[in-house]
């Protein structure tokens, strides 16, 4: 009686997930992966589709509670125009096509007269960053995926306590999943200061089917609203010290002056305006007119569940398709689904130099082996590989030598499809030679992978990499 029950209620919880999954899937691979997951897991299967598989964009309950506000922000206050400084046209056909395909799907300009430095560790990172708090006469503005207990946290709280004394408005947003140490006295000590701290994407029981699967991956910082950092680094202590195997965490990240900062700020208001109670930060005090700080020409792009377009993956596609000469890329999740993986292929099979650069040790085993199923495919039309021995966990592709995008985004369908992402994109060839230049450094032979090396590893080293494919789209 008790086996007859269990096969029946496994039967019905399969076949509702089955239909769930065709009614409401939105592409193949992830449908395929789905089904055979419900059907060789019993409930554990269904349970994890329900809680990460069901694409909650597509209801209504999710729509009333983000999704259309925040579409309906973003379209409000958009910068197709962006003013005097934005580029209405670029001379070159790829940087004026990649312009414009951001201007459509993330609404945000180009803009020049912009200065930026690259940071390429974590004490540059937050030396740059601390210097910038300390000089704040109205406002910072800050925004991490992860704020971890540490001392990098303790040197924020300091300067964040001799700030407010000094009357600088101080917001603070934070993810509830990556910031998951951030809660009751360890968020509140920040409150006590006189810092509006909130959680972007809150994990409470009444919202965890509509939150859960949705995070906010972004990293930003505003300063008086000129002086912007963006990229890779989050607030952990395992970017200036090692805590594990991996040892210390490498990243880029960019300080920018100049009118980008503009862009970087809408965004953080857009997640603030939705975190903070409803607090619309509008007024002209946050959005000071900012001159020339530079040469550059530069222009934000954001993307996450609410957008109309999946705003990332199109710039990472539209940069490989634009790409004559070469294409380099640095990831420590290289896990692009089809569509990004065989636009890399035409490229590299048309002429175009493909390069990979990622860790030779991940965080994750399953988005390591994820990531080496790929590398056959790429190697046995020309790609090079080559495997970091430290763990990098820098978001950067750079074309041609001219234009290089950094950020939060990873080539993975999390960051396509799931998570709030922003990336910076340079059009500056000075900018992009020297950051390839440092992806260069890590290209060496000994760290190269040889297609024919690759192919001798073991039959159980395939199986994990072929178990880890299935899942990827799960990812």
């Not at 609410?306 to 710039?315: C, T, V």
């Not at 290089?404 to 030679?433: C, M, P, Q, W």
């Amino acid at each position: 009686m008790v086996n007859t029950i269990f096969w029946l209620a496994y039967v019905a919880v399969t076949l509702w997930s089955i239909v769930n999954i065709i009614f409401n899937g939105s592409r193949a691979t992830k449908m395929i992966s789905w089904s055979l997951s419900v059907i060789i897991f019993p409930f554990l299967g269904p349970l994890l589709y329900y809680l990460f598989g069901i694409n909650r964009r597509k209801f209504k309950l999710f729509k009333l509670k983000q999704n259309e506000k925040r579409k309906l922000f973003s379209e409000t206050y958009k910068e197709l125009e962006g003013g005097e400084q934005s580029v209405h046209e670029f001379e070159d056909y790829k940087q004026d096509k990649l312009a414009s395909l951001i201007r459509k799907n993330s609404y945000f300009a180009p803009y020049k007269g912009n200065g930026v430095a690259l940071l390429n560790s974590g004490e540059e990172t937050f030396n740059a960053i601390f210097k910038a708090i300390e000089g704040a006469k109205k406002f910072i503005h800050l925004q991490y995926y992860i704020l971890e207990d540490g001392m990098l946290l303790d040197r924020f709280y300091e300067l964040f306590q001799k700030k407010v004394k000094e009357g600088v408005e101080i917001r603070m947003l934070y993810d509830s999943f990556g910031s998951n140490s951030m809660r009751g006295k360890r968020v509140q000590r920040f409150k006590d200061l006189g810092v509006k701290a909130y959680s972007t994407m809150p994990i409470r029981f009444g919202n965890l089917l509509f939150t859960l699967n949705y995070r906010n991956h972004r990293k930003i910082v505003v300063v008086d609203g000129n002086i912007g950092f963006t990229g890779g680094f989050n607030v952990s202590d395992k970017y200036m010290k090692p805590d594990s195997d991996l040892g210390i965490w490498q990243d880029l990240h960019l300080q920018i002056t100049g009118p980008a900062v503009n862009s970087l700020q809408r965004v953080f208001v857009k997640d603030y305006h939705f975190a903070g109670k409803e607090e619309l930060l509008l007024q002209d005090k946050y959005f000071p007119k900012i001159e020339s700080a530079g040469e550059t020409v530069a222009q934000i792009i954001s993307s996450g569940p609410d957008s109309r377009y999946p705003a990332i993956m199109q710039q990472y596609l539209a940069m490989i398709n634009i790409a004559t000469k070469s294409i380099c890329i640095a990831n420590p999740y290289f896990i692009p689904g089809e569509p990004v993986l065989e636009a890399i292929r035409i490229a590299a099979l048309s002429g175009v130099e493909v390069t990979l650069l990622t860790p030779k040790i991940s965080d994750s085993l399953l988005a390591q082996y994820s990531m080496f199923s790929t590398f056959e495919a790429l190697l046995e039309v020309g790609a090079k590989i080559y495997l970091r021995p430290d763990f990098s966990h820098s978001k950067v592709i750079i074309i041609d030598s001219e234009i290089v995008s950094v950020g939060s985004g990873n080539f993975d369908y999390r960051s396509f499809e799931h998570n709030f992402e922003t990336n910076a994109i340079l059009y500056d060839k000075d900018k992009a030679s020297h950051i390839e230049a440092l992806f260069t450094k890590h290209c060496t032979e000994d760290a190269k992978v040889d297609l024919e090396d690759f192919k001798k590893r073991s039959p159980f080293s395939k199986f994990l990499e072929g178990l880890a494919k299935f899942f990827s789209p799960l990812l």
